[in-house]
């Protein structure tokens, strides 16, 4: 098991690790850095660096963990890269329709291809679906999102690049707002952040707001108007 130190998750769990980049939130991307330092330090599941790696011994690990608790699925990675092969995804799925005690939460930035594939996988009740949307450009993603039938699909404005004016949330049951944090990390705007939380008050969805980001994050803190934001759904399983 590995102990999360991000706001909205319990655990992460990585039976896939590596990525590659494809839109603007990418930049600076923070599992890459981790890689690199990883694979610096000797540890096997990184001896591959930041290169899409497959890691069998990893997955039934959630069938060990008694407790229920929310797992992020693969932090260091993409579920739906194009270097991981649908079998494999598969395999996932069929652990998390076991680990029924479990929630996980799944956040790709590459939901067309979750759409391909998605007859092909049980959409068990504990399973959350996110994809990130990091500025107006990746709005379309939105859409995408909403036709797959998790039960739990959500937002991760992550690092927030822009203003996401008139954001649809209809078919949404959380949004996740962050800016980005560690060296030459992009600037974001109270303005975009308070137009997305109004938005969610209006319509009735958790808002969670989880940083300001920055160079020094734990500096800049993650109130939003004073208090912070730590809205999530409600369990759909015990």
């Given at each position: 098991m ?18 590659s ?7 600076n ?19 591959n660096?930041?290169k899409v ?14 407790k229920?608790?929310?797992i ?9 890269h ?9 395999r ?12 996980f ?33 990746c709005?379309?993603?939105i ?6 039938p998790?039960?739990v ?6 690092p927030?690049l ?29 303005e975009?952040v ?7 008050e ?8 989880k ?21 999530i ?6």
């Amino acid at each position: 098991m590995s102990i999360s130190r991000i706001e909205w998750t319990d655990s992460t769990w990585n039976p896939v690790t590596g990525c590659s980049k494809i839109s603007a939130g990418c930049l600076n991307c923070y599992a890459e850095r981790m890689a690199k330092r990883l694979k610096a330090m000797g540890q096997p599941n990184y001896r591959n660096g930041f290169k899409v790696t497959c890691h069998d011994h990893v997955l039934d690990y959630p069938l060990r963990w008694r407790k229920p608790r929310k797992i992020f699925v693969n932090s260091m990675s993409d579920l739906f890269h194009e270097d991981i092969p649908d079998e494999y995804i598969v395999r996932i799925f069929e652990i998390m329709n076991k680990a029924s005690w479990h929630n996980f939460q799944i956040l790709t930035k590459r939901i067309e291809r979750v759409a391909k594939i998605s007859e092909r996988l049980h959409w068990s009740p504990n399973i959350w679906l996110g994809a990130t949307v990091e500025n107006h450009e990746c709005r379309d993603r939105i859409t995408t999102l909403v036709s797959i039938p998790a039960s739990v699909k959500f937002l991760s404005m992550e690092p927030l690049l822009s203003a996401v004016p008139n954001l649809s949330l209809d078919g949404l049951d959380w949004i996740i707002v962050g800016g980005e944090s560690g060296p030459g990390s992009r600037p974001m705007s109270y303005e975009w952040v308070e137009d997305i939380r109004k938005q969610c008050e209006v319509d009735g969805i958790p808002f969670f707001f989880k940083q300001w980001g920055g160079v020094n994050k734990k500096t800049a803190g993650r109130l939003l108007n004073g208090r912070t934001h730590d809205g999530i759904p409600v369990s759909l399983v015990a």
